[in-house]
Nanobody, 123 residues
């Protein structure tokens, strides 16, 4: 099953930083448009931000100025840099992306999700 592999979660104190990474589990897939989501305990999954294939990021208001989404197409990887973390940022963070691949030279796109990585911010 195609997946996105995430890494970089962990425990950090309030005001600290973490960087999450997201890359396809198989090299035949190329990341296109991508987004980061998070789900806090007892809450619904929410969007954190997105990044286009042309490297244009957008963010929800609650993380603007603190989080940065970037991509390294040479590494086929999406990043979420999180600075000045707050306890309310505690959640499982998920990567979502459209993955491009080819079958008989025909381009196809598959919507994929990562398994989630836990970020815990202590006060």
């Amino acid at each position: 099953q195609v997946q996105l592999v995430e890494s970089g979660g962990g425990l950090v104190q309030s005001g600290g930083s973490l960087r999450l990474s997201c890359t396809p589990s198989q090299s035949i897939f190329t990341i296109g448009f991508a987004g980061w989501y998070r789900q806090a305990p007892g809450k619904q999954r929410e969007l954190v931000g997105t990044i286009t294939k042309s490297d244009i990021p957008r963010y929800v208001d609650s993380v603007k100025g603190r989080f940065t989404i970037s991509r390294d197409d040479a590494k086929n990887t999406i990043y979420l840099q999180m600075n000045n973390l707050k306890p309310e940022d505690t959640a499982v963070y998920y990567c979502n992306a459209g993955l491009t691949y080819y079958v008989d030279r025909r381009e196809k796109v598959l919507d994929a999700w990562g398994q989630g990585t836990l970020v815990t911010v202590s006060s």
